[in-house]
């Protein structure tokens, strides 16, 4: 999946259409509001089986990126903000890099919620702002001190078809955000009820980990909100997904959200190695991403 491109100029009309304010200066949206209050079913791992990033003619060198956002009920600002400042994110990233395709999703907690892991397709046009809007703020969780973030990399590694990977040997870009540590793994129980898995024993993280990462750049970001639970497990955060994930551990602020996803995409991008195609060569013969 994914054709077409994202643009400010079908950002700002999508969401004019849906009674937000767009600001032409900034390219962020106000009056941003999420309205799904269940599931839905688009989003359900239960009615698909993969999610696809293809190659075409005109993206030639994909760039997959599983943008996964904690919907638990301490996140919603920053959930919000994600959603405010899409239209940046996504539009800044198109004019440096070409082929980068984005899955949403929305992950809370397997122990807790009725709808613990969201999943859109990968889309490089204005289906991308469609799917966050279907996300499902369940604002659950409980009290075992984590979200299931790792659903996030076990999704990326046994429910995503990527030609990047398959035919390129490049990797995606898996990026999770959130305000508590590192979950030490996932439910087999409710982790096969809630995406049809056939596991047979609770999924370790450090295994996943090993696993995920020879398919996917591995980011998480700890948001930093007065309103979230960052401040109360900071150093626990630290700990658990500094020790793992090294220099691919950021904190941001709210305010400072949207530039660190950036830089997050971009760094991995530098390192990648790209096939050559008309679409993507510069006037100097060079790459272009």
Wanted: overall charge negative.
């Amino acid at each position: 999946m994914g054709s077409g491109k994202f643009t400010r100029e079908s950002f700002a009309k999508y969401s004019r259409s849906l009674g937000r304010d767009y600001d032409e200066h900034s390219g962020r949206v106000k009056g941003q509001t999420y309205t799904s209050r269940k599931l839905d079913q688009s989003l359900d791992p239960r009615y698909f089986t993969v999610r696809e990033c293809a190659n075409s003619e005109e993206h030639p060198n994909t760039i997959p990126v599983i943008l996964a956002l904690d919907v638990t009920g301490s996140m919603g600002e920053a959930c919000n903000e994600t959603a405010a400042a899409l239209g940046v994110i996504i539009t800044n990233l198109f004019n440096k890099i070409k082929d980068v395709e984005f899955c949403v999703m929305g992950i809370g907690d397997l122990a807790y919620d009725e709808a613990p892991v969201q999943m859109s397709q990968f889309e490089s046009d204005i289906r991308i702002a469609e799917a966050l809007d279907k996300v499902y703020i369940e604002k659950g969780g409980g009290g075992n001190t984590f979200e299931s973030y790792t659903a996030a990399w076990y999704m990326g590694l046994k429910r995503t078809k990527l030609d990047c990977y398959d035919k390129q040997g490049r990797k995606g870009i898996i990026i999770t955000m959130g305000d508590e540590p590192l979950n030490p793994y996932l439910p087999v129980t409710t982790l096969n009820v809630a995406t049809n898995a056939k596991e047979q024993a609770n999924v370790e993280t450090p295994e996943l980990y090993r696993q995920a990462s020879e398919k996917f750049d591995i980011y998480h970001i700890a948001v930093d909100s007065p309103h979230d639970c960052y401040e109360h497990y900071a150093k626990d955060i630290e700990n658990s997904f500094g020790q793992l994930l090294g220099a691919n551990y950021k904190v941001a602020t709210v305010n400072t959200l949207a530039q660190v996803i950036e830089e997050c995409i971009t760094n991995s991008v530098q390192g990648m190695t790209f096939s050559p195609s008309e679409n993507n060569l510069n006037e100097n013969g060079e790459i272009s991403w």
